[in-house]
């Protein structure tokens, strides 16, 4: 079994539309994050949580919600989806445990969101 | 204070040498490499700290030049396997909460 799921894996929704993209994680990790991929803009963070009462903005929050439901869960919402928000969702997490700087991140498969 | 990545694509054949940079603006603590087959997810590759050694797996090896702020990726006698897109992240401190990724540059090896 996977390590780090995102569910769904595909979703076409329409504008206006409220989104969930769900993420858990079987890893123990206490850290994930939520990335979002665009051709040519490599991953940009959206949201960070490094336990389930820390959630932390990244570079573009706007638009976009989460929630750490527990150490092993993380969603992301979209309020009310716009077609910019079309792009490749990516969960990730990672443990603090293995120090500082040695935090590999583990990514899940993705989310292909399509917003018409 | 997204790091550059060069160059943004290269096609190569089986066999030879790529090089992919990573540069910043800014005083790195750490670089990380990830690579991302066409379709998947990233995967981690290696980690260059600052004042560590250069690094390496299998064919690929990376440096990290403190001064010039810009790390270095190495790809030997390529193989088809190593075709996909290569991603720098990059933290300025060693406490730093999250890594800044670079736009990716895609390697294409061809038989």
């Known amino acids: 079994d996977a390590d780090v799921t995102q569910t769904p894996r595909n979703r076409i929704t329409k504008t206006g539309k409220r989104i969930m993209l769900e993420c858990s994680q079987t890893?123990?990790?206490?850290?994930m994050y939520w990335y979002r991929q665009d051709p040519g803009l490599g991953l940009r963070l959206i949201y960070y949580?490094?336990?389930?009462?820390?959630?932390n903005k990244g570079e573009i929050s706007d638009g976009y919600s989460v929630s750490r439901q527990a150490q092993a869960k993380f969603s992301l919402s979209l309020e009310s989806a716009i077609p910019n928000q079309t792009a490749l969702y990516f969960c990730?997490?990672?443990?603090?445990?293995?120090?500082?700087?040695?935090?590999?991140?583990?990514f899940g498969p993705g989310t292909r969101l399509t917003v018409l | 204070q997204q790091p550059v990545q060069s160059p943004q694509a290269v096609i190569l054949r089986e066999g030879e040498d790529a090089v992919i940079n990573c540069s910043s603006s800014k005083a790195l603590y750490s670089v990380h490499w990830y690579r991302q087959k066409h379709g998947e997810a990233p995967v981690f590759l290696m980690i260059l700290l600052k004042g560590g050694e250069q690094k390496g797996h299998e064919k690929i090896s990376a440096s990290f030049n403190e001064k010039k702020q810009q790390s270095s990726l190495y790809l030997t006698a390529s193989q088809l396997s190593y075709s996909g897109t290569y991603f720098c992240?990059?933290?300025?401190?060693?406490?730093?909460?999250?890594?800044?990724f670079g736009q990716g540059t895609r390697l294409t090896i061809n038989p």
């Open positions: 949580s490094f336990d389930v009462k820390d959630i």
């Open positions: 890893k123990g990790h206490d850290r």
């Open positions: 990730a997490t990672s443990d603090s445990i293995a120090g500082g700087p040695n935090n590999e991140q583990f």
């Open positions: 992240g990059t933290k300025r401190i060693q406490g730093a909460q999250k890594l800044v």
